[in-house]
């Protein structure tokens, strides 16, 4: 009993189908092991992202909070979560850089720019236009 005809193809296709998936599934998994390596300093990304969290939460209203997740929508829902956080954490390391009383529209614009790939910069600033915010004060960011 060989292998033939269509049953063949349809073991190959799926062959084919799951080492893609665990290959892009290994990427990603990778990806956050690297984030979660200790740097230097013994602390690792996420330990960073995690205390910026920590000491900005007090910051946060809920108008900046509900504008941050409106800033996040076209995320996929999947990696939306993840996506808040990073972007969170890096503005609240520019919170505590400037000593910031309050997290304000400046700030979370800066911090998702800059927190955001190079790549995703075309959807922000199509989502900021939807929103009627001036992007012209952040086009020194979005150059970097």
Request: hydrophobic share 45%; no cysteine; glycine share 6%.
């Amino acid at each position: 009993m060989g292998l033939e005809g269509w049953f063949l193809w349809f073991i190959l296709f799926w062959v084919v189908v799951l080492v893609s998936l665990m290959g892009i599934g290994g990427f990603f998994m990778f990806r956050k092991f690297l984030k979660a390596l200790p740097k230097q300093d013994g602390k690792s990304d996420l330990d960073w992202q995690a205390i910026y969290l920590d000491k900005t939460i007090h910051l946060w209203g809920n108008e900046e909070k509900e504008l941050l997740s409106e800033l996040v929508s076209p995320v996929p829902e999947l990696f939306r979560q993840v996506a808040k956080e990073k972007i969170a954490g890096k503005i609240g390391e520019i919170a505590i850089e400037e000593h910031a009383t309050k997290i304000d529209l400046d700030l979370i614009i800066r911090g998702y720019i800059i927190a955001s790939p190079k790549r995703d910069h075309k959807f922000l600033r199509k989502k900021l236009k939807e929103m009627e915010i001036d992007t012209t004060h952040y086009d020194h960011l979005f150059e970097a």
